[in-house]
């Protein structure tokens, strides 16, 4: 396997991990989430910025998971401290792929991409209810800085 960079040559691919992803997201909060397809506009505007990437997982020429990261800074509110720092919008590892540590692989990259850049940290958000997501993050270190609560009626 090698983690390497996306080009517009893997669009493709992407797109059909990213229904995969919108997939299992929709089965974890279906009231407020569906299956549904990436812009491919939106791929191919984040691999040709100079501040985002699409970190690919590759075997044999097939795209089997990717993470979407890109440069951040703090909102300019006078309490936050200003920083510079990664986040990561998607990640997936197709499910015939996953606990075969391609997921650890795109998270190391992805701190070498930060790293790389001088930024202050990684970021990311994670629905609730993705137990197997979650783990993952903590086993590399990521903590709970916050948390989003919504009040239905």
Same mark, same amino acid.
């Given at each position: 396997?090698?983690?390497?960079?996306?080009?517009?040559?893997? +669009?493709?691919?992407?797109? *059909?991990?990213?229904?995969?992803?919108?997939?299992?997201?929709?089965?974890?909060?279906?009231?407020?989430?569906?299956?549904?397809?990436?812009?491919?506009?939106?791929?191919?505007?984040?691999?040709?910025?100079?501040?985002?990437?699409?970190?690919?997982?590759?075997?044999?020429? #097939?795209? *089997?998971?990717?993470?979407?990261?890109?440069?951040?800074?703090?909102?300019?509110?006078?309490?936050?401290?200003? !920083?510079?720092?990664?986040?990561? +919008?998607?990640?997936?590892?197709?499910?015939?792929?996953?606990? !075969?540590? +391609?997921?650890?692989?795109?998270?190391?990259?992805?701190?070498?991409?930060?790293?790389? #850049?001088?930024?202050?940290?990684?970021?990311?958000? *994670?629905?609730?209810?993705?137990?197997?997501?979650?783990?993952?993050?903590?086993?590399?270190?990521?903590?709970?800085?916050? !948390?989003?609560?919504?009040?239905?009626?």
């Amino acid at each position: 396997m090698k983690i390497k960079i996306a080009t517009l040559d893997d +669009i493709q691919q992407i797109e *059909v991990l990213y229904e995969e992803l919108f997939f299992e997201m929709s089965a974890l909060q279906p009231k407020y989430l569906k299956p549904a397809k990436q812009d491919v506009v939106f791929i191919k505007n984040t691999i040709n910025e100079k501040k985002s990437d699409i970190l690919i997982a590759d075997i044999n020429n #097939r795209v *089997v998971g990717f993470l979407l990261i890109q440069e951040s800074t703090t909102p300019p509110y006078s309490c936050l401290i200003d !920083h510079n720092y990664a986040f990561i +919008i998607d990640v997936i590892v197709g499910s015939q792929y996953q606990n !075969h540590g +391609i997921g650890s692989a795109l998270l190391l990259e992805a701190k070498k991409w930060a790293e790389k #850049r001088n930024l202050d940290y990684l970021e990311l958000n *994670v629905l609730s209810e993705n137990t197997g997501a979650i783990a993952l993050y903590e086993k590399h270190g990521f903590k709970d800085t916050s !948390h989003t609560m919504r009040l239905e009626f």
